[in-house]
């Protein structure tokens, strides 16, 4: 009788153990010395036995027995032959490591090794056996979002934070999109940062920390590919959450004056399919202030093509496609988007590249105010999920007053 009892009490213990170490996380990388951080999700434990690391078939480094992790607690670890320009590195709980159930967590970096990424993938724990996480330069770190699993919640970190909570203060960067003129390019932001550093680009969001990130990147799906442009980093919206949750953006508020037509322009490229089908697609839209801001209109991304849209404040709800999408060929590729908005004849036009534009008519509402409005990235709604890159936004706005000053000087 005492034996079956005492048997219970270490099988929950032994369950409870298992439990908490599966709330161990890699959270910050470092390839180049080998320093590995490692976060605990969940409350205090401390490790009953060695729970190994694994990169590239090398299972020598452990996270010793009898390493206490307080609740929420972060501690480094220093790892043996951790190769610093490609490599697989994941948690395990305990050997034997071919079997996915004893990975805990981990990513790859660099390029597609000989490793665990394919076993990992087929566990739902990594996006695939040749998926990357991008290589961070000489005094950069790798460090994860705090949610998911893919490539996508890797980035390099200009700022590292080795031992300690990754931290960012809101606000610190001047904004550069204002009346008449514009363009945030995002080159003056630290790479890993998130938008919010720049002034009055706030972030509104309800999802679980991590879900819904828009940060400061050098890459192109997950490679250092540069594009073909004067640029080097731009922003990687990145939302992962497709429940009916706050997930949106937007930059400051563009004074007119008087009512003025208007372009904003913008790179983007789409990095994973958007959704297929559903009324929730991610929009960057233009919001005018109606009361609070309300959208008027915008540019959707739906899995088979590029759309115009007419929405809320704006008149009419239509949309319209301006270019086709093929997933995966169009996946990582730059597009320019041009959205002109004129007000005497009443339309939205919206072209990619430089071809031939098309256009849907447009009402605003008699209570919204044609000279207050902003440029805003929705990702709102049951389904609405995607990843994209975003550079380069600017604003012209066409003040007839600026016209006729300037007909009167020649
Ligand atoms: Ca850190
Ligand atoms: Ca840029
Ligand atoms: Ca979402």
């Not at 050997?95 to 996915?100: E, V």
Request: charged share 15%; aromatic share 10%.
């Amino acid at each position: 009788m005492r034996r079956t009892g005492l048997a219970l009490t270490l099988l929950g213990g032994t369950v409870a153990a298992q439990a908490q170490v599966d709330n161990l996380r890699i959270t910050e990388v470092d390839p180049a010395t080998g320093e590995v951080e490692v976060t605990n999700i969940g409350d205090e434990f401390t490790t009953s036995v060695n729970r190994p690391f694994c990169h590239r078939f090398v299972y020598q480094n452990n996270i010793p027995a009898n390493t206490l992790f307080g609740a929420g607690g972060i501690q480094t670890f220093s790892l043996n032959n951790l190769d610093p320009a490609a490599s697989d590195l994941w948690i395990y709980r305990s050997s034997p490591f071919g079997s996915a159930a004893n990975l805990i967590q981990g990513l790859q970096y660099g390029a597609p090794v000989t490793g665990r990424a394919g076993l990992a993938s087929g566990d739902d724990k990594w996006s695939g056996a040749d998926s990357v996480a991008p290589m961070p330069p000489s005094g950069m770190t790798l460090s994860w979002d705090g949610f998911g699993n893919t490539a996508f919640d890797w980035y390099v970190d200009e700022t590292p934070s080795l031992g300690s909570a990754e931290t960012e203060t809101p606000g610190t960067i001047p904004p550069s999109t204002a009346f008449p003129a514009g363009v945030q390019d995002f080159e003056s932001l630290l790479l890993g940062d998130t938008v919010s550093v720049i002034q009055n680009w706030p972030v509104v969001d309800s999802s679980p920390p991590g879900a819904f990130t828009i940060r400061t990147v050098s890459d192109v799906l997950g490679t250092t590919t540069p594009r073909s442009m004067d640029s080097s980093q731009w922003l990687r919206i990145h939302d992962a959450d497709p429940d009916d949750v706050q997930n949106r953006f937007y930059g400051p508020t563009i004074e007119a004056v008087v009512e003025s037509n208007y372009e904003w322009r913008f790179f983007n490229a789409v990095e994973a399919p958007p959704p297929a089908s559903g009324d929730n697609y991610p929009r960057y839209t233009i919001q005018h202030v109606d009361g609070g801001f309300a959208n008027t209109w915008g540019i959707e991304y739906r899995n088979d093509g590029v759309y115009l849209v007419v929405i809320g404040s704006g008149g009419t709800p239509a949309s319209t496609l301006i270019q086709a999408s093929t997933y995966p060929d169009d996946l990582g590729v730059w597009q320019e988007v041009s959205l002109i908005v004129d007000f005497g004849m009443d339309t939205v036009s919206a072209s990619i590249d430089g071809q031939t534009p098309v256009s849907l008519p447009i009402n605003l509402a008699a209570t919204a105010d044609a000279t207050r409005f902003r440029f805003c990235y929705r990702g709102e709604g049951v389904g609405n999920v995607g990843t994209f890159l975003l550079d380069d936004v600017s604003v012209a706005v066409d003040d007839p007053r600026l016209i006729f000053a300037n007909g009167f000087e020649e």
